[in-house]
């Protein structure tokens, strides 16, 4: 393990998540709110750690895979660590272990809260509890590599630790200038929906807020009913619509960009996303219609009950494209719904959104291929001579990557498996207990029961906020940074 190195890396990614809090400052002197001062003072611990860290010079310029790993496990856990001290040193979430929760929460774009008013917090805050989602929906270390030169030889380690998805491919020879084109893609999609929220009627900050919320597949917004808090239908069209874009695989609009229209518009993981999503969507569509008399629609203040097909089509779509992408943002109480909307719900909980794409989850390739592998494995029963191959778009693939998505979902089960265990201590129901863990491996944020879209994460004690944290981190990480971290054989030289 090249120690310096890895120290060094880290420390360009602290002193990169000090900087990105110049933001909240600027918001809160424009505001004149009162977290000017908490936020300015830790703004200036995480510069100073960041730069501490940074001088440590490496004697050797040369990163492998388990560099990277700890590179990547590291860095997310310490810039969690220092952006949950704007709310420390504010006093409005006195406990550090709460701070750390939410702010994980951000930066792994999930979206779950310990706040239950969260409409109390100060205008600088809440804007860097949303701008944490953007900032991590397309990686902190993916915004390091564009933003920060020589961050290292082979920094394909680093992106492919922290990028979601079976595998991550470069779009252009330099990792730097991948990075670019990714964000700059990000930024471009995020400009745009922005604008479309201010054609909508909202102001200008609250429109960045949820931006940020939709963009990172996170959820956290500025009122207590998310974004039922509007009420409007040409709001919910365009946060649905835009939640599913960013759960496409970006790689795919670069394609676009480059008017590769087969490579684009041509990819199976695309097709088999969007047949998700939209069948599911009619699907719970159906199913909750004929409860529209019962007023469960909308969870805004004086919404009315009753309602049609497209009504209903209406909340299915906005809800289910918060799930499947992970964004976690709700017009609707679905823990009113029937139960196979609500079964419908947790199933794509586990599906998640696109490799590549700022949603979290198992994601839809891998899904895929467990598919394509089982129906290979039913074949060769049948057929025990038979020569048979998975291919993906016309490709056959690697058995090496079959391994790995096996191996993973192998993982992903055994600490769902673990954590609930450990979090049913606090004495709660299995409907909350188990989708709480779903919600945060899967980064999604809401869940069933007491962690439902109307409730919050803040009655577990602090040990299962810590196992729920992890899961967060681990789920956005891809399991095996954080559990390499624990291997003994990562840490011999």
């Not at 990614?13 to 001062?37: E, Q, T, W």
């Not at 290292?152 to 730097?176: C, F, N, Q």
Request: hydrophobic content about 50%.
């Amino acid at each position: 393990m090249n120690k310096r190195l890895t120290f060094h890396l880290i420390g360009n990614v602290v002193r990169m998540a000090g900087a990105l809090m110049a933001l909240p400052l600027i918001v809160s002197l424009i505001y004149g709110g009162s977290d000017a001062m908490p936020i300015l003072i830790s703004m200036a611990i995480t510069l100073a750690a960041g730069f501490a860290l940074a001088l440590i010079r490496p004697r050797r310029d040369f990163l492998r895979a388990r560099e990277g790993f700890a590179v990547v496990a590291f860095s997310w856990i310490l810039v969690s660590f220092f952006g949950g001290l704007p709310f420390y040193f504010s006093g409005y979430i006195p406990s550090l272990v709460d701070c750390f929760f939410e702010t994980v929460s951000g930066f792994t774009t999930t979206g779950a809260t310990i706040i239950k008013d969260v409409e109390a917090l100060p205008k600088g805050l809440l804007f860097w509890r949303s701008f944490t989602h953007w900032a991590g929906g397309m990686g902190v270390l993916v915004l390091s590599l564009a933003l920060i030169p020589k961050m290292g030889a082979r920094s394909i380690h680093l992106m492919r630790a922290e990028s979601p998805g079976p595998s991550t491919d470069k779009l252009v020879p330099r990792v730097a200038n991948n990075a670019k084109i990714l964000y700059a893609i990000y930024g471009g999609l995020s400009v745009l929906m922005v604008i479309a929220l201010l054609c909508c009627g909202l102001n200008l900050y609250d429109a960045l807020v949820h931006m940020f919320g939709a963009a990172g597949t996170g959820g956290f917004g500025t009122y207590g009913n998310s974004i039922a808090h509007w009420n409007s239908a040409a709001v919910d069209v365009v946060v649905g619509i835009f939640m599913a874009l960013f759960g496409v695989n970006f790689s795919l609009y670069y394609f676009i960009l480059k008017r590769n229209w087969r490579a684009a518009l041509g990819n199976s993981e695309l097709r088999l996303y969007w047949c998700i999503l939209l069948g599911a969507t009619v699907l719970i569509a159906i199913n909750i219609m004929p409860r529209a008399a019962q007023g469960f629609y909308s969870i805004a203040d004086g919404a009315k009950p009753g309602g049609n097909f497209f009504t209903a089509l209406r909340y299915a779509f906005f809800q289910v494209s918060s799930i499947m992408t992970t964004t976690g943002y709700a017009t609707a109480d679905f823990n009113r719904w029937p139960q196979f909307s609500r079964v419908l719900l947790v199933a794509i909980m586990f599906i998640g959104a696109s490799a590549g794409s700022t949603g979290g989850g198992i994601k839809v390739i891998r899904v895929q291929l467990l598919m394509k592998s089982m129906i290979r494995d039913i074949r060769r029963t049948v057929h025990p001579k038979s020569v048979n191959t998975v291919k993906l778009d016309g490709h056959t693939v690697d058995e090496g990557i079959l391994s790995g998505v096996q191996g993973f979902f192998f993982a992903y089960m055994f600490v769902l498996f673990v954590s609930t265990i450990i979090v049913s201590l606090d004495g709660f129901s299995f409907e909350t207990n188990f989708t709480a863990v779903v919600a945060t491996l899967s980064n999604i944020g809401p869940g069933l029961g007491m962690v439902g879209p109307t409730g919050n994460f803040a009655a577990f004690s602090d040990l299962s906020k810590i196992v729920l944290s992890m899961c967060m981190l681990i789920g956005r990480l891809e399991v095996f940074p954080i559990l390499m971290l624990v291997a003994p054989s990562a840490w011999r030289k």
